[in-house]
């Protein structure tokens, strides 16, 4: 009996001290990430969705927190599909969506979906998500079979040749493996896809878009 006290003492002290680390991951990842920078993606990508571009993937929803700030400048009748793998993030974005039917928020292995299981987009959306994914070519090709015709696949992302995105790695606990302009225009062009927009995200009060390289790309076949 005292065996199953104290083991069932240590799980509850181990639960709280886990939700505690969660929480504090995903507060200090929505401070240093989600609020200056990937808002500020989210806010340009809705200026860049048109009517035509109906159902939308958001591949690495992670919190929700940057496209909830920016859901209502989003056509009003587009459908949002956000996956995410982390299921500590998503928990936080799933209680932000509860009141927004137009977007479903799914526990979701990007590489497991398959167009005749999951239909097919008009927009596929990669935020801070991309450079974190392994086999980033294998990761472009599904996303080319997810897309409907004339579809366009977004990309936005904080490219460097520095070694800032270790720094972010010990504050956020999220490598973001920052890299060059010239490696990630290689890979689009490796994997056929042709850039037809690009920007780099600045504002003048908004001091880590000064400081980094934030970019949207906008891409088709």
Request: charged share 20%; hydrophobic share 40%; proline share 4%.
């Amino acid at each position: 009996m005292i065996y199953s006290f104290a083991r069932q003492s240590f799980q509850a002290i181990f639960q709280t001290v886990k939700e505690v680390l969660d929480f504090s991951n995903t507060t200090l990842y929505d401070t240093f990430i989600s609020h200056p920078i990937t808002s500020l993606t989210y806010e340009k990508l809705s200026e860049r969705i048109t009517g035509k571009q109906k159902r939308i993937l958001d591949v690495g929803v992670g919190t929700g927190v940057p496209l909830h700030k920016t859901i209502n400048q989003f056509p009003p009748d587009c459908e949002i599909t956000a996956i995410d793998i982390d299921h500590t993030y998503l928990s936080k974005a799933v209680q932000l969506f509860k009141d927004k039917p137009q977007v479903k928020i799914l526990e979701l292995d990007f590489y497991q979906m398959k167009p005749e299981i999951h239909g097919k987009f008009d927009a596929i959306v990669f935020s801070s998500s991309f450079p974190i994914l392994h086999q980033q070519q294998e990761a472009l090709q599904i996303a080319k079979s997810l897309l409907n015709p004339e579809g366009i696949i977004y990309f936005m992302l904080t490219l460097s040749d520095s070694h800032f995105g270790e720094s972010l790695k010990y504050i956020t606990s999220i490598d973001l493996h920052l890299e060059s302009e010239k490696a990630f225009e290689e890979l689009l062009k490796q994997s056929s896809l042709h850039i037809i927009h690009k920007q780099r995200l600045q504002k003048v009060a908004n001091i880590p878009t000064l400081l980094l390289k934030v970019y949207i790309y906008e891409t088709k076949l």
